[in-house]
């Protein structure tokens, strides 16, 4: 397991990866751990929980170099994705015990109600395009709700995966309530099989999706799956064009392109398609790939040389099928795991930079004749994680909004995940959603409890029937 420098190419650090029997003996651990912390309450869970966003906030700088160094964002942005899990904290601290209080339901008992109970130590198997946020959006409400959390994190971050195993224990969790396994993908499977485990969640493609979900669904285990996504941004003809091009540049180049919700086709009214693309360009033309350490730098390298090099076969793919290249696409000389920004235009069904998802920062533009055309395109693919809509008319988006078949639509903005709203997505980009009170609703044991009246008690009280 080794962690390199995507911008020099050069070894971070080697890590030994645990063998079975270490990976047995830490999920006995955390499996005796959550016996006890799941009888701790909410007022001390809260504490512990806000010591946590306060130790992110006091090594945002750290982490965020951390970041630089093993995956390749710029330090900006890794300070913000530091902050946006320490609020994340903030916020489960704040609202978990409402979220999970019971409630009450009228029925013929004397008193009904809904209570959620927490189900033991919960696997995360999470990639390395966010190492922070993607486990402590599953973490904190996780562990408020009384579960322990167990993390296999992509190998190429294992430093960021044993820090935050070391910011809970720093916050004063108990050793165990969260714990980071260095282990490799094949021992995936007999982690969730392991009887210690009570449920799943993975970010990822969907291929690791479909292989997750078949492990846990033959344990009769519960999974939450956040996949892969090729969301689309529908430009339509009463557009702010200006706007509508910032954003679109922005969401398309956010971790240098490398996100499930990141724009990735621009599906443009045929009336604005000349100054869209000439808009785009120009901004794409602009975007200063760099050293992630570097302030100047826009975008980072990607994450390693492989993940760039399958991007640079979809785009030559994409100009081989009739895609018209704007900008970029062409592999710069010299060290690290860059590519251009890269605008594709002339894009349609049937091309890979339509039908697949290029996870870097390339954008596909594709022409639509009319609003009809541009919610086919939009739905025409196999995910359907998130998408956007640009339009002055606030009932026209609202119209076609509810037509668009993914997890969330965002109207004059880009596609964001916010820890106030559900987040996850239908088709290949998976089931289950978190975030919300959605999110710490998932690995809860959601159990009714009914207490009689004093005449339904008694034998001639009885009622007839069962289920």
């Known amino acids: 397991m080794k962690s390199i420098n995507p911008h020099s190419g050069e070894l971070i650090r080697a890590y030994d990866p645990q063998d079975d029997a270490e990976v047995k003996r ?10 006890e912390w799941r009888k701790s309450g909410f007022a001390d869970r809260a504490q512990l929980m806000k010591r946590a966003g306060g130790v992110l906030r006091e090594r945002k700088q750290e982490l965020a170099a951390l970041m630089a160094d093993e995956m390749g964002k710029v330090l900006r942005d890794g300070e913000a994705e530091v902050e946006k899990c320490a609020g994340c904290c903030d916020y489960y601290a704040d609202n978990a015990q409402r979220f999970l209080a019971n409630e009450p339901v009228e029925s013929d008992a004397e008193d009904s109600y809904i209570a959620y109970d927490p189900l033991g130590a919960v696997l995360a198997v999470m990639p390395w395009n966010f190492p922070f946020w993607q486990v402590f959006r599953f973490a904190a409400p996780a562990l408020m709700a009384g579960n322990v959390g167990v993390l296999k994190h992509a190998s190429n971050v294992s430093g960021c995966a044993l820090a935050i195993q070391d910011i809970f224990e720093a916050a004063g969790f108990p050793r165990h309530a969260f714990t980071t396994l260095l282990a490799g993908s094949a021992s995936i499977e007999g982690v969730i099989r392991n009887p210690a485990i009570k449920a799943v969640t993975l970010t990822g493609s969907s291929p690791a999706g479909r292989s997750v979900a078949g492990i846990a669904g033959s344990e009769l285990k519960k999974a939450v799956l956040e996949l892969g996504g090729s969301d689309a941004y529908l430009v339509l003809d009463d557009a702010d064009l200006e706007m509508a091009v910032d954003v679109c540049v922005k969401s398309r180049l956010i971790n240098a392109g490398q996100s499930c919700i990141a724009a990735k086709r621009f599906i443009v009214a045929k009336s604005l398609l000349p100054a ?23 975008i980072g390298p990607m994450a390693r040389a492989d993940l760039r090099d399958e991007v640079h076969r979809q785009v030559r793919d994409s100009i081989g099928q009739g895609a018209r290249l704007l900008c970029g696409g062409e592999v710069p000389g010299g060290a690290g795991a860059y590519y251009p920004a890269t605008v594709l235009s002339g894009v349609r069904p049937g091309m890979t930079a339509f039908d697949e998802e290029i996870f870097g920062p390339v954008a596909a533009i594709i022409e639509a004749a009319d609003e009809e055309q541009a919610i086919a395109l939009a ?13 002055r008319d606030k009932a026209r988006a609202d119209r076609i909004a509810r037509r668009i078949e993914a997890g969330s639509v965002f109207v004059n903005a880009f596609v964001k995940s916010d820890v106030r709203l559900p987040f996850g997505g239908v088709k290949q980009s998976g089931f289950g959603r978190e975030l919300s009170w959605f999110g710490i609703r998932e690995f809860v044991n959601v159990k009714t409890m009914y207490h009689a009246k004093a005449s339904q008690a008694s034998p001639s009280g009885a009622q007839g029937g069962s289920e």
Not at 276 to 298: L, N, W, Y
Not at 380 to 388: H, K, V
């Open 26 to 35: 830490l999920l006995a651990e955390a499996d005796a751990v959550s016996r």
């Open 276 to 298: 869209f693309e000439q808009g785009f360009v120009e901004r794409f033309k602009r975007i200063r790939a760099g050293d992630p350490h570097d302030p100047q730098s826009d």
């Open 379 to 391: 739905n025409q693919s196999p995910f359907g994680l998130g998408a956007a809509l640009f339009t």
